[in-house]
T-cell receptor, first 113, second 115 residues
Framework: QQQVKQSPQSLIVQKGGIPIINCAYENTAFDYFPWYQQFPGKGPALLIAIRPDVSEKKEGRFTISFNKSAKQFSLHIMDSQPGDSATYFCAASNTNAGNMLTFGGGTRLMVKP | GAGVSQSPSNKVTEKGKDVELRCDPISGHTALYWYRQSLGQGLEFLIY????????KSGLPSDRFSAERTGGSVSTLTIQRTQQEDSAVYLCASSLVWQVGRPQHFGDGTRLSIL
C-alpha cells in the first residue's frame, strides 16, 4: 500500500524556473513531512520539513506548502539552478510509529542552463 | 567521522551466499534506521534501533534478513541465502533520538548486486 504518492516522476525546467513537486498522503496520523534531495551515488539529504500546524515554510530557495484538509503538500524551488538537478523525495511519519519515514516514489528534476 | 558511514560501498555476490552490511552512525546518535532503495519499490523502511533495541522488526522483507546493534553504535544488517530480488541499495540513517521531527541523516549506502 503506497501511503505517500508523489508526482511528477520527472520534471525538466529552465534555469530560474520554479519547479513544483506534489505529494498526497492517506494516513491522517502522519504529523511530520520532510523533503529529501538525493544526488546519484549519494544518500538522501534532508532539505526542509513541515508539521501540519503550519501551511507554509520557507528555507532559502525551498518552500513547502501544506494543505491538511486535502492531505497534500508540495515543494517549490525558487530560482532553480542546474546544481538543483537531483531526485527529490517527500516523506511522512507519525508519532505512533516513531520516526520511521514513509517515502514517496521520487521526482527526478533536471534544471537546464 | 562527521557523517553516517556505510561499508562496503559496493558488494557483488552469488545467489545463495550470506552478506553483512555495516553502518557506523553519527557519534552520539541513539536512533539508527535501515532502509532499502530499489527501482521497483522505491525507498522502503526495514528496521530501526533505539539504543541496542529493535522494537519492531515487521519491516524486514523475510526471515532471511536480520539486524543487530551493539554498544549503541555500529549496526550490521545480515542477509542470509541471498536472492536476486535482494539486489538494491541499502541505506542507513541515524538521528539524535527516536522522536518524530528529529532529522535523519543518511549514509551513502551499500549497493548490493546478487548474481
Amino acid at each position: 500500500q503506497q501511503q505517500v504518492k508523489q508526482s511528477p516522476q520527472s520534471l525538466i525546467v529552465q534555469k530560474g524556473g520554479i519547479p513544483i513537486i506534489n505529494c498526497a498522503y492517506e494516513n491522517t496520523a502522519f504529523d511530520y513531512f520532510p523533503w529529501y534531495q538525493q544526488f546519484p551515488g549519494k544518500g538522501p539529504a534532508l532539505l526542509i520539513a513541515i508539521r501540519p500546524d503550519v501551511s507554509e515554510k520557507k528555507e532559502g530557495r525551498f518552500t513547502i506548502s501544506f494543505n491538511k484538509s486535502a492531505k497534500q503538500f508540495s515543494l517549490h524551488i525558487m530560482d532553480s539552478q542546474p546544481g538543483d538537478s537531483a531526485t527529490y523525495f517527500c516523506a511522512a511519519s507519525n508519532t505512533n510509529a516513531g520516526n520511521m519515514l514513509t517515502f514517496g516514489g521520487g521526482t527526478r528534476l533536471m534544471v537546464k542552463p | 567521522g562527521a557523517g553516517v558511514s556505510q561499508s562496503p560501498s559496493n558488494k557483488v555476490t552469488e545467489k545463495g551466499k550470506d552478506v553483512e552490511l555495516r553502518c557506523d552512525p553519527i557519534s552520539g546518535h541513539t536512533a539508527l534506521y535501515w532502509y532499502r532503495q530499489s527501482l521497483g519499490q522505491g525507498l522502503e523502511f526495514l528496521i530501526y534501533f533505539q539504543g541496542n533495541s529493535a522494537p519492531d522488526k515487521s519491516g524486514l522483507p523475510s526471515d532471511r534478513f536480520s539486524a543487530e546493534r551493539t554498544g549503541g553504535s555500529v549496526s550490521t544488517l545480515t542477509i542470509q541465502r541471498t536472492q536476486q530480488e535482494d539486489s538494491a541499495v541499502y541505506l542507513c540513517a541515524s538521528s539524535l533520538v527516536w522522536q518524530v521531527g528529529r532529522p535523519q541523516h543518511f549514509g551513502d549506502g551499500t549497493r548490493l548486486s546478487i548474481l
